[in-house]
């Protein structure tokens, strides 16, 4: 891959996690497969490429991928105002987290702990939700900067949906720390985005 193919990889990684925030705060429901899919991507170290952090392949990064260049087209007449402005938020907060050394720590010390109740459970039970939802409320929830998320109060009052909108949103800031540690920007989505445009159209998403 490429260098900007990796980036998109990644990006497409926060932009899936805002559409399974925005599906899960409507409707009450996404997959197991969709969860399990972005939920893994928290317990992956050292991984050898960046596709490895999404299990080797792309496929469940397709709704991010749509959700992507459907911005970077600026198609206005859809544009998804609330998961862009997950998106925005998540790309905020990971700066502000890779700033603060104490909270990594606690996120180091924490994430294989969850990855033995795995063993356990399984990645999409909702004890696991519930505990990487613990883990983003003791380190995302204490900055000043919080994530609105809007839908239908009849779900998101559920106490297994907040878990699961709070693990997607610390899934989509570990994809946020990827891209920018492949060097992605914010200010990329202008000035790259003719050459997004072209990667995403030559794929068939």
Do not use: C
């Amino acid at each position: 891959m490429t260098l900007l193919q990796e980036q998109m990889t990644a990006l497409a990684g926060v932009f899936q996690a805002a559409a399974l925030v925005n599906k899960l705060a409507h409707t009450g429901q996404i997959s197991d497969a969709a969860l399990a899919n972005m939920l893994k991507t928290l317990l992956v170290r050292n991984p050898e490429s960046t596709i490895d952090v999404y299990g080797g392949d792309d496929l469940g990064l397709r709704d991010g991928y749509k959700l992507l260049q459907s911005i970077l087209a600026r198609e206005t007449d859809n544009l998804p105002r609330e998961s862009l402005r997950y998106v925005v938020s998540m790309l905020s907060l990971e700066r502000q987290f890779s700033r603060r050394d104490d909270l990594l720590e606690i996120a180091g010390l924490r994430l294989p702990k969850i990855e033995q109740q795995v063993e356990l459970y399984g990645i999409s039970s909702d004890n696991i939700a519930a505990s990487f939802a613990g883990l983003y409320q003791d380190t995302i929830s204490t900055f000043k900067q919080r994530i609105q998320v809007h839908g239908d109060m009849r779900f998101l009052q559920q106490d297994i949906t907040a878990a699961k909108v709070r693990a997607l949103l610390f899934a989509g800031i570990r994809s946020a720390r990827l891209w920018r540690q492949l060097g992605g920007r914010r200010w990329h989505l202008l000035t790259k985005r003719g050459a997004m445009l072209h990667e995403l159209k030559s794929r068939s998403l």
